[in-house]
């Protein structure tokens, strides 16, 4: 329990919103996006980007899709001004990507901002100021009307300075910072002063962007709030609806979602989540919850490996290992239930259907992984978990009741050594358990094998036991009852199975026998691979014979049957 009280806290109250359409709308197509790792992201590290980090972070947003980059700060930051100006003078900016930089509601500010960008084929000025209750009084010491003859002075002032350079075509961004803690009739009232300072007009939209400065409710009120502004803003037709939701309930990603339910049509956000405090929005989430919904985001993360290694190296920040379709373990299934059912959903899944793998929301293909690491075993592991990566990478294909036996063999080691157990050790379990046996134990040498009166084969088998040498002769319907008989064990086989390790040529065969015998509870397993078949049957009877630990009778009982 916390030692204080909660009553300390006030919760947001509801909006009355009684008529809402969100909840039954859907979202089918990708917003606007805009990255705001530049600016948002960069201030939150804890040490800034270089002006050449920049450059080359600024390029990768560019591949991955980005329209709009909010590449910085310019009025508060020589590096950021520095950087605008050095990807506008060097041509770095392509004709279909708009810059956007921001500023706080000061004319010098202002000025510098526009000095920043000028020449530009289109650039988004962003303005901003804080509307909320708390900063009104605390921070600024400012009534309504003062804060709205601010936003009403400020946008002139910025009109006026872009007006006087046509050669580039300007955007006002207006946001009323922390937004979600601000009335809605504060809030409005602030919007529409800013689009009427601003004269939008067709050909002259405005952005109105709403932040969740400090995420303060549930994503449904944010929702609420954003649907009461989508319908009560002037000039909505000339009107780009924003969101910038920051994370501080760990709810931003729901939070844009239900705002673009609710209207908007633009998100602002960073790459992993990346900005101050718990972070701006996720886009890269974002964009592929779109994606496993059917609705291309249109940004590219066709190599998310190779993204969130840049990301790390641009920022400094580690992409957590279970971060959503990122993390090097998100398709990662350790638990024995799951490996089962991603095993038989791989098994089942048509290259053209609609993708329908158990616990895999999306195709990790589709983001340039791979599917080595989607089952792995541990101790929590399951049989699922094991056949999946035998047959995967040694194109072992286990029966049902073999992946209980073989299964309970890889936890033991598993349990032992306290760690997760790789693929190739698995192999090595398997063949210790099924194709190897010490000089003492039961193995085999040789056969011959002919074809016998009334349809009977013949066998000459030859094997070595606790160091001798041994050769027998025996007839049966096939190669396995034949050599079942030659060797004189008590040991019935239960089921029998063969099939082919690879293609081609040079595949090769592998068979598995069940069987059981008196005094041993239930059945085991006997395993032989070799390039021929019969070959390959005979070895996996002396392997179930090994592993049953029959006894075999001494070599002056040799005969033919």
Known sequence: ??????????AFPPIALHD???????????????????????????????????????????????????????????????FVRRLIDEKRIPDDVTPMVITQAREDLIARTVESVRGAKRAIVHLYNATAPVWRKVVFNMEVPQVMQLIQDRVAYLKKLTDAAPETEWVLQYSPETFSATELDVALQACNTAIEAWNARPGRPVIINLPTTVENA????????????HRHLNQREHVVLSVHPHNDRGTGVAAAELAQ??????????????????GNVDIVTLALNLYTQGVHPRLDFSDINAVAREVEEFTQIATHPRHPYAGDLVFTAFSGSHQDAIKKGFAAQ???????????????ADLGRTYDSVIRVNSQSGKGGVAYLLEKDHGVVLPRRMQVEF??????????????????????LFKNTYLRAEHTELTYISHHLQEGPNDQQIIDLSWRWQGDAQTRKAAGSGPVEAACKALGVDMQVLSFEERSM???ADALAIAIVEGSTSGVQGS???VGIHRNTTTASVMALISLARRLEVSLPEPADAKTN
């Open 1 to 10: 329990m916390l030692n204080q009280p909660a009553t300390k806290y006030t």
């Open 20 to 82: 809402r359409q969100w909840p039954s709308q859907q979202i089918t197509k990708p917003p606007v996006w805009l990255s705001t790792d530049l600016r948002d992201g960069n201030q939150a590290l804890f040490e800034p980007m270089s002006v050449e980090t920049k450059i080359r972070f600024f390029t990768r947003l560019v591949d991955i899709g980005f329209k709009e980059v909010e590449v910085g700060f310019p009025s508060a930051s020589q590096t950021d001004f520095h």
């Open 218 to 229: 549930t994503p449904n009120v944010f929702a609420d709030q954003i649907e009461w502004m």
């Open 261 to 278: 339910m609710a209207g908007a049509q633009r998100v602002e956000g960073c790459l992993f989540g990346n900005g101050e405090r718990c």
């Open 350 to 364: 048509k290259a053209d259907a609609i993708w329908e793998v158990p616990y895999l929301p999306i195709d990790p």
């Open 407 to 428: 299964s309970a063999v890889v936890q033991r080691h598993a349990e032992a050594a306290d760690a997760e157990v790789s693929s190739e050790e698995i192999w090595k």
């Open 502 to 504: 690879g293609s081609g």
């Open 524 to 526: 085991r397993f006997g």
